[in-house]
């Protein structure tokens, strides 16, 4: 799924007018920032309605975290309206700022070009989870044939011995175009095994904190056993193959894993 934020003037009627752009065959959530005055049920909870024109879910509980690792597996691009803090790509009206990186600039919306915005979101970098990458396996041409989905979560873990200074968060970059051309030949390579049907992989760029997940395998196979030895194998040449940096920031220091191996 693409995410993509839209901040300043106007900011709801060109979510809308992206979304519709977008459509067609492509499944698309809009969210919006809205403060309904909810006085009734306890901290937690949470409404959903259903009308002629689609749904509405509030609830008190949710992150925007939370909300686009429940869109991931259903949708093909999430359009965020309102939410200058979102490190995401964002389109930027007028005087209006945002955490993430600017996609596009407009002065106003009238300057704005909806295909020039989907090129160009087209080319960052997907918000994968588990759960949208098993979710792709399952659409699959080849699912019919398939008994058996293993899958790798790799995350950020504190440490490897009691001793060790706690990790705060790890830091990674690719080496852009090589690693992405690396993995998919990867999956290509697995996919040519007697049994497996489809191979994902998925490794996160950027600041990445303790206790979140950093790489994904997902292995589509028609039983366990080939799932299992291509699932060990994904991961294991990801981590040996592809140009992907690795920096460790601990309460005491930051160093660029591959400098001291």
């Known amino acids: 799924m693409y995410v993509l934020g839209v901040v300043g003037e106007s900011a709801r009627a060109i979510a809308d007018d992206l979304a519709e752009q977008f459509g067609g065959d492509e499944r698309v959530a809009v969210v919006t920032r809205e403060h309904p005055d909810i006085e009734d049920g306890a901290p937690g909870d949470t409404r959903v309605q259903f009308g ?4 509405r879910a509030s609830g008190r509980d949710r992150s925007l975290s939370d909300l686009l690792e429940d869109l991931a597996p259903e949708y093909d691009y999430a359009v965020l309206a309102g939410f200058p803090e979102a490190d995401v790509p964002q389109v930027i009206v007028g005087d209006a700022s945002a955490r993430g990186t600017a996609l596009v600039e407009a002065a106003e919306p009238a300057d704005l070009d909806p295909a020039e915005v989907r090129a160009r979101l087209d080319a960052t970098e997907p918000y994968e989870t588990l759960e949208s990458l098993v979710a792709e396996a ?25 001793d060790d200074e706690p990790t705060e968060y790890l830091e990674f970059e690719k080496y852009e175009g090589v690693a992405e051309e690396r993995m998919t030949a990867i999956e290509s390579e697995l996919e040519d095994r007697d049994g497996v049907f489809d ?10 904190e303790y206790g979140e997940d950093i790489v994904f395998v997902v292995v589509l196979a028609g039983h366990r056993e080939e799932a299992f030895r291509t699932v060990e194998d994904g991961i294991n040449r990801l981590k040996d193959e592809v140009p992907i940096f690795k920096k460790e920031v601990t309460t005491d220091e930051q160093f660029w894993v591959h400098e001291r191996s």
């Open 52 to 55: 002629e024109d689609g749904w």
């Open 138 to 162: 399952k659409r699959s041409a080849d699912a019919p044939f398939s008994g058996a989905i293993a899958t790798f979560t790799g995350r950020v873990r504190a440490k490897d011995d009691d």
């Open 199 to 208: 191979v994902l992989l998925y490794h996160r760029t950027g600041v990445i």
